[in-house]
């Protein structure tokens, strides 16, 4: 029999019981199955990289040995793509 914690959930031993035990405990059961490792990893990585812009921090924290496979969540919006630019060209024009 395996060992479930407060929220009825088997002790976390791999990625996805550790997802599914704090979605429930932060979230709620409702929103259990809802958020997956993996689902988790295409929000993750990019909220990494907007706070530091270092890939191979993203990998790091994510435990991927390759980082072509972090490179796979590294979508961004258009308003995040159109910020960046902007701040380019913002300092680019400051210093001319």
């Known amino acids: 029999m395996k060992k479930v914690n407060e929220t009825g959930f088997p002790t976390p031993t791999t990625g996805r019981n550790i997802v599914r035990e704090r979605v429930g405990q932060i979230l709620g ?7 997956t490792p993996h689902s988790f990893r295409h929000y993750f990585v990019p909220a990494v990289l907007c ?17 072509q496979v972090t490179q796979r969540y590294t979508h961004l919006s258009n308003d995040e793509l ?9 300092k680019r024009t400051k210093r001319s």
């Open 51 to 67: 706070g530091s812009s270092n890939l191979r921090h993203a990998q790091e924290l994510v435990r991927h040995k390759n980082i």
């Open 29 to 35: 059961r409702d929103m259990v199955g809802r958020i």
């Open 82 to 90: 159109v910020k960046a630019n902007h701040g380019i060209f913002e």
